[in-house]
T-cell receptor
Framework: KNEVEQSPQNLTAQEGEFITINCSYSVGISALHWLQQHPGGGIVSLFMLSSGKKKHGRLIATINIQEKHSSLHITASHPRDSAVYICAVRYMNYGGSQGNLIFGKGTKLSVKP | ETGVTQTPRHLVMGMTNKKSLKCEQHLGHNAMYWYKQSAKKPLELMFVYSLEERVENNSVPSRFSPECPNSSHLFLHLHTLQPEDSALYLC??????????????FGPGTRLTVL
Protein backbone atom coordinates (compact mmCIF):
# COMPACT_ATOMS: atom_id res chain seq x y z
CA LYS A 1 0.00 0.00 0.00
CA ASN A 2 1.37 3.41 -0.95
CA GLU A 3 1.52 5.59 2.13
CA VAL A 4 2.98 8.88 3.19
CA GLU A 5 4.31 9.11 6.73
CA GLN A 6 4.98 12.40 8.45
CA SER A 7 6.79 13.12 11.70
CA PRO A 8 6.27 14.52 14.16
CA GLN A 9 2.47 14.60 14.32
CA ASN A 10 2.55 17.62 16.61
CA LEU A 11 5.32 20.13 17.21
CA THR A 12 5.52 23.07 19.59
CA ALA A 13 8.37 25.54 19.24
CA GLN A 14 9.46 28.87 20.64
CA GLU A 15 9.63 31.85 18.32
CA GLY A 16 12.98 31.96 16.57
CA GLU A 17 13.67 28.23 16.67
CA PHE A 18 14.73 26.22 13.65
CA ILE A 19 12.06 23.69 12.76
CA THR A 20 12.23 20.46 10.78
CA ILE A 21 9.27 18.38 9.61
CA ASN A 22 9.88 15.03 7.98
CA CYS A 23 8.08 13.04 5.29
CA SER A 24 8.81 9.53 4.08
CA TYR A 25 7.19 7.45 1.38
CA SER A 26 7.41 3.92 0.15
CA VAL A 27 7.89 3.61 -3.61
CA GLY A 28 8.91 5.62 -6.64
CA ILE A 29 7.40 9.03 -7.08
CA SER A 30 7.39 11.70 -9.76
CA ALA A 31 7.04 14.65 -7.39
CA LEU A 32 6.56 15.61 -3.76
CA HIS A 33 4.51 18.55 -2.52
CA TRP A 34 4.58 20.48 0.74
CA LEU A 35 1.35 22.26 1.64
CA GLN A 36 0.33 24.56 4.48
CA GLN A 37 -3.15 24.50 6.02
CA HIS A 38 -4.17 27.31 8.36
CA PRO A 39 -6.79 26.88 11.11
CA GLY A 40 -9.51 28.26 8.86
CA GLY A 41 -9.04 25.29 6.54
CA GLY A 42 -7.57 26.83 3.40
CA ILE A 43 -4.56 25.07 1.91
CA VAL A 44 -1.64 26.78 0.22
CA SER A 45 0.96 25.00 -1.86
CA LEU A 46 4.48 25.75 -0.58
CA PHE A 47 6.76 23.62 -2.73
CA MET A 48 6.70 21.02 -5.46
CA LEU A 49 9.99 19.19 -5.91
CA SER A 50 11.37 16.06 -7.51
CA SER A 51 15.04 16.42 -6.58
CA GLY A 52 17.45 18.50 -4.57
CA LYS A 53 16.37 21.52 -2.62
CA LYS A 54 14.14 24.57 -2.94
CA LYS A 55 14.04 27.72 -0.85
CA HIS A 56 11.39 30.39 -0.46
CA GLY A 57 11.98 33.02 2.20
CA ARG A 58 12.44 31.25 5.53
CA LEU A 59 11.22 27.93 4.16
CA ILE A 60 13.51 25.26 2.73
CA ALA A 61 12.42 21.91 1.31
CA THR A 62 14.79 19.07 0.52
CA ILE A 63 14.26 15.65 -0.97
CA ASN A 64 16.46 12.55 -1.05
CA ILE A 65 15.12 10.26 -3.76
CA GLN A 66 17.34 7.31 -2.81
CA GLU A 67 16.19 7.41 0.82
CA LYS A 68 12.56 8.25 -0.11
CA HIS A 69 12.57 11.10 2.34
CA SER A 70 11.87 14.82 2.35
CA SER A 71 12.23 17.52 4.97
CA LEU A 72 10.65 20.92 5.37
CA HIS A 73 12.70 23.40 7.37
CA ILE A 74 11.56 26.72 8.80
CA THR A 75 14.27 29.12 9.91
CA ALA A 76 13.64 31.85 12.53
CA SER A 77 10.13 30.52 13.20
CA HIS A 78 7.33 32.94 13.98
CA PRO A 79 3.86 32.50 15.52
CA ARG A 80 2.33 33.15 12.12
CA ASP A 81 3.99 29.93 10.93
CA SER A 82 1.56 28.02 13.17
CA ALA A 83 -0.37 25.74 10.85
CA VAL A 84 -0.65 22.15 9.70
CA TYR A 85 2.04 21.18 7.20
CA ILE A 86 1.06 18.44 4.79
CA CYS A 87 3.29 16.32 2.59
CA ALA A 88 1.85 14.79 -0.56
CA VAL A 89 3.43 12.59 -3.22
CA ARG A 90 2.53 11.56 -6.72
CA TYR A 91 3.34 7.90 -7.08
CA MET A 92 4.41 6.29 -10.30
CA ASN A 93 1.94 3.61 -11.31
CA TYR A 94 2.98 0.21 -12.60
CA GLY A 95 3.99 0.85 -16.18
CA GLY A 96 5.37 4.27 -15.41
CA SER A 97 2.25 6.42 -15.60
CA GLN A 98 1.58 8.93 -12.87
CA GLY A 99 -1.13 8.54 -10.28
CA ASN A 100 -3.04 10.90 -8.05
CA LEU A 101 -1.60 12.80 -5.13
CA ILE A 102 -1.46 10.81 -1.88
CA PHE A 103 -1.45 12.91 1.26
CA GLY A 104 0.13 12.49 4.69
CA LYS A 105 -1.86 13.18 7.84
CA GLY A 106 -0.04 16.43 8.44
CA THR A 107 2.17 17.90 11.15
CA LYS A 108 0.52 20.44 13.43
CA LEU A 109 3.02 23.19 14.27
CA SER A 110 2.47 25.70 17.03
CA VAL A 111 5.03 28.49 17.46
CA LYS A 112 4.84 30.30 20.80
CA PRO A 113 5.89 33.95 21.13
CA GLU B 1 -6.53 34.43 -1.80
CA THR B 2 -5.77 31.51 -4.11
CA GLY B 3 -8.20 32.27 -6.92
CA VAL B 4 -10.49 29.41 -5.92
CA THR B 5 -13.68 30.25 -4.05
CA GLN B 6 -16.13 27.94 -2.33
CA THR B 7 -19.65 28.53 -1.04
CA PRO B 8 -21.04 28.11 1.46
CA ARG B 9 -18.21 28.15 3.97
CA HIS B 10 -20.30 26.36 6.57
CA LEU B 11 -23.29 24.08 6.10
CA VAL B 12 -25.44 22.19 8.58
CA MET B 13 -27.94 19.76 7.12
CA GLY B 14 -30.19 16.95 8.17
CA MET B 15 -29.91 13.48 6.74
CA THR B 16 -32.98 13.98 4.54
CA ASN B 17 -31.92 17.33 3.09
CA LYS B 18 -30.57 18.02 -0.38
CA LYS B 19 -27.88 20.68 -0.69
CA SER B 20 -25.11 21.65 -3.08
CA LEU B 21 -21.57 22.89 -2.61
CA LYS B 22 -20.18 25.29 -5.18
CA CYS B 23 -16.62 25.88 -6.29
CA GLU B 24 -15.40 28.50 -8.74
CA GLN B 25 -11.88 29.06 -10.02
CA HIS B 26 -10.72 32.30 -11.61
CA LEU B 27 -7.37 30.98 -12.81
CA GLY B 28 -8.18 29.59 -16.23
CA HIS B 29 -7.30 26.08 -15.07
CA ASN B 30 -8.39 22.91 -16.86
CA ALA B 31 -8.62 20.43 -14.00
CA MET B 32 -10.75 20.58 -10.87
CA TYR B 33 -10.93 18.33 -7.83
CA TRP B 34 -13.13 17.58 -4.83
CA TYR B 35 -11.39 16.41 -1.65
CA LYS B 36 -12.78 15.30 1.71
CA GLN B 37 -10.86 16.01 4.90
CA SER B 38 -12.11 14.23 8.02
CA ALA B 39 -10.70 14.77 11.48
CA LYS B 40 -7.31 13.11 11.99
CA LYS B 41 -7.33 11.58 8.50
CA PRO B 42 -5.40 12.55 5.36
CA LEU B 43 -7.03 14.39 2.55
CA GLU B 44 -9.04 11.97 0.41
CA LEU B 45 -9.55 12.58 -3.28
CA MET B 46 -13.21 12.20 -4.26
CA PHE B 47 -13.59 13.33 -7.87
CA VAL B 48 -11.42 14.71 -10.63
CA TYR B 49 -12.59 16.63 -13.68
CA SER B 50 -10.39 17.45 -16.63
CA LEU B 51 -11.76 19.73 -19.34
CA GLU B 52 -15.24 19.29 -17.84
CA GLU B 53 -15.12 15.50 -18.07
CA ARG B 54 -15.03 13.32 -14.99
CA VAL B 55 -11.82 11.34 -15.13
CA GLU B 56 -11.90 9.81 -11.68
CA ASN B 57 -14.47 8.73 -9.12
CA ASN B 58 -12.59 7.45 -6.13
CA SER B 59 -15.18 4.93 -4.87
CA VAL B 60 -17.39 7.70 -3.56
CA PRO B 61 -20.96 6.77 -2.47
CA SER B 62 -23.72 7.84 -4.84
CA ARG B 63 -25.15 10.22 -2.24
CA PHE B 64 -22.38 12.54 -3.47
CA SER B 65 -22.98 13.68 -7.04
CA PRO B 66 -20.52 16.02 -8.79
CA GLU B 67 -21.29 18.34 -11.68
CA CYS B 68 -18.92 20.37 -13.81
CA PRO B 69 -20.94 22.59 -16.18
CA ASN B 70 -17.85 24.44 -17.44
CA SER B 71 -14.15 24.61 -16.71
CA SER B 72 -14.59 27.35 -14.09
CA HIS B 73 -17.32 25.81 -11.97
CA LEU B 74 -17.64 22.61 -10.00
CA PHE B 75 -20.56 21.51 -7.84
CA LEU B 76 -21.02 18.74 -5.32
CA HIS B 77 -24.66 17.77 -4.87
CA LEU B 78 -25.48 16.15 -1.56
CA HIS B 79 -28.52 14.04 -0.64
CA THR B 80 -29.44 11.66 2.18
CA LEU B 81 -26.06 12.09 3.82
CA GLN B 82 -24.93 10.30 6.96
CA PRO B 83 -23.40 11.85 10.10
CA GLU B 84 -20.04 10.30 9.18
CA ASP B 85 -20.04 12.49 6.06
CA SER B 86 -19.42 15.49 8.29
CA ALA B 87 -16.05 16.87 7.20
CA LEU B 88 -14.26 19.71 5.46
CA TYR B 89 -14.83 19.54 1.71
CA LEU B 90 -12.11 21.17 -0.32
CA CYS B 91 -12.10 22.10 -3.97
CA UNK B 92 -8.89 22.54 -5.93
CA UNK B 93 -7.83 23.32 -9.47
CA UNK B 94 -4.69 22.92 -11.52
CA UNK B 95 -3.47 24.31 -14.81
CA UNK B 96 -3.23 21.09 -16.75
CA UNK B 97 -4.22 17.44 -16.56
CA UNK B 98 -4.71 15.91 -13.12
CA UNK B 99 -1.90 13.39 -13.43
CA UNK B 100 0.79 15.89 -14.31
CA UNK B 101 3.17 17.45 -11.85
CA UNK B 102 1.60 20.85 -11.53
CA UNK B 103 0.60 22.81 -8.49
CA UNK B 104 -2.93 22.54 -7.16
CA UNK B 105 -4.68 25.64 -5.87
CA PHE B 106 -7.15 25.04 -3.07
CA GLY B 107 -10.31 26.82 -2.03
CA PRO B 108 -11.04 27.65 1.62
CA GLY B 109 -13.31 24.64 2.03
CA THR B 110 -16.88 24.05 3.17
CA ARG B 111 -17.27 22.78 6.72
CA LEU B 112 -20.19 20.34 6.52
CA THR B 113 -22.06 19.03 9.54
CA VAL B 114 -24.70 16.33 9.05
CA LEU B 115 -27.13 15.97 11.94
Amino acid sequence: KNEVEQSPQNLTAQEGEFITINCSYSVGISALHWLQQHPGGGIVSLFMLSSGKKKHGRLIATINIQEKHSSLHITASHPRDSAVYICAVRYMNYGGSQGNLIFGKGTKLSVKP
Amino acid sequence: ETGVTQTPRHLVMGMTNKKSLKCEQHLGHNAMYWYKQSAKKPLELMFVYSLEERVENNSVPSRFSPECPNSSHLFLHLHTLQPEDSALYLCASSQSGPYLDNEQFFGPGTRLTVL
